[in-house]
């Protein structure tokens, strides 16, 4: 089974500053990982899939990398809206989807 | 308008039935894999079951394979999830959401429905 594993747990930033969250996979999932974004009561919104591609109408400020095992998503001068809890997710032929932990990007 | 809308949550006692359903709308339904996704209070996000878009092809996570079962009708645009023996930890929103092209992501999202699994 693969585990990702999500860091930091939560993550203090301030409007303006840029934003470093890693995802790291227990086994090389390729770059069958995408990234999601969730705000409180809604459901999550996806930002990143293919480890670095974009989704329809996510602001150019988001950005993945990585392949394998290692994976990073950044958010260049984070507005007042991108404070929010953000999720990993891979897939894989066994669990066929599997999701890390989140990281809450709170404001400092 | 693409739309997903789910219905048929609420509260069950442990070992009950609860079906939940999800109509969509503004996408080729019969063309899309399908998977349900769920979230217990103030936990993060687990993956359930999915379904691809003839309906002849399931998945389930082993949390739940035997009691759950995924199907669809491509007629009515509607998901659905058949959960049997219901457990207190099953208890959360279960969204429906619809797979990338190609799979590998989910990139459109329901609102969510709740369960409740309470004596």
């Known amino acids: 089974e693969i585990v990702l594993t999500q860091s930091p747990a939560t993550l203090s930033s301030s409007p303006g500053e840029r934003a470093t969250l890693s995802c790291r996979a227990s086994q090389s999932v390729s770059s069958n990982l995408a990234w999601y974004q969730q705000k409180p009561g809604q459901a999550p919104r996806l930002l990143i899939y293919d480890a670095t591609t974009r989704a329809t109408g996510i602001p150019a400020r988001f950005s993945g990398i990585g392949s394998g095992t290692d994976f990073t998503l950044t958010i260049t001068s984070l507005e007042p809206e991108d404070f929010a809890v953000y999720y990993c997710q891979q897939r894989s032929k066994w669990p066929l989807y599997g999701f890390g932990q989140g990281t809450k990007l709170e404001i400092k | 308008e693409v739309q997903l809308v789910e219905s048929g949550g609420g509260s069950v006692p442990p070992g009950g039935s609860l079906r939940v359903s999800c109509v969509v709308s503004g996408f080729s339904f019969s063309t899309s894999g399908m998977s349900w996704v769920r979230q217990a209070p103030g936990k993060g996000l687990e993956w359930v079951s999915s379904?691809?878009?003839?309906?002849?092809?399931?998945y389930y996570a082993d949390s739940v394979k035997g009691r759950f079962s995924i199907s669809r009708d491509n007629s009515k645009n509607t998901l659905y999830l058949q959960m049997n023996s219901l457990r207190v930890e099953d208890t959360a929103v279960y969204y429906c959401?619809?797979?990338?092209?190609?799979?590998?992501?989910?990139?459109?999202w329901g609102q969510g429905t709740m369960v409740t699994v309470s004596s």
């Open positions: 959401a619809k797979a990338t092209v190609p799979v590998g992501a989910f990139d459109i």
């Open positions: 379904i691809n878009g003839h309906g002849d092809d399931t």
